[in-house]
């Protein structure tokens, strides 16, 4: 069973910016699988934030569309979310995960890893 590690999170003031990193135990993990990042804000439901596809195309959730930029780097087994313009309702755990798609909805395909905390004050 691959194991993802998510790595990046922490406080960041509301404007700034902090930068997610996803990484899998198992090699070809990332290049072989469309990638997700999710956000679960305190006592909310996990939510799809954005999607990178094997080939390179992505797609995000509307309240982070033109703030987020998600990215595969697969030489390094690794994709990342590049969070801008941060604002409060960013608050909350970030988690990754392989994702299958069927019409417009993404489900995901692993055991999730443990996530990080990202912490967004006004």
């Known amino acids: 069973q691959v194991q993802l590690v998510e790595s990046g999170g922490g406080s960041v003031m509301a404007g700034g910016s902090r930068t997610l990193s996803c990484r899998a135990s198992?090699?070809?993990?990332?290049?072989?699988?469309?990638i997700a990042w999710f956000h679960q804000a305190p006592g909310k439901e996990r939510q799809l934030v954005a999607v990178?596809?094997?080939?390179?195309?992505?797609t995000y959730g509307a309240s982070v569309k033109g703030r987020f930029i998600i990215s595969r780097h697969n030489r390094e087994n690794r994709a990342d979310l590049q969070m801008n313009a941060l604002i409060p309702e960013d608050t909350g755990a970030y988690y990754c995960?392989?994702?299958?798609?069927?019409?417009?909805?993404?489900?995901?395909?692993?055991?999730w890893g443990r996530g990080t905390q990202v912490s967004v004050s006004s």
């Open positions: 995960n392989a994702v299958a798609s069927d019409d417009q909805s993404f489900s995901p395909l692993t055991t």
């Open positions: 990178v596809f094997r080939n390179g195309t992505t």
């Open positions: 198992v090699s070809t993990f990332i290049r072989s699988n469309d």
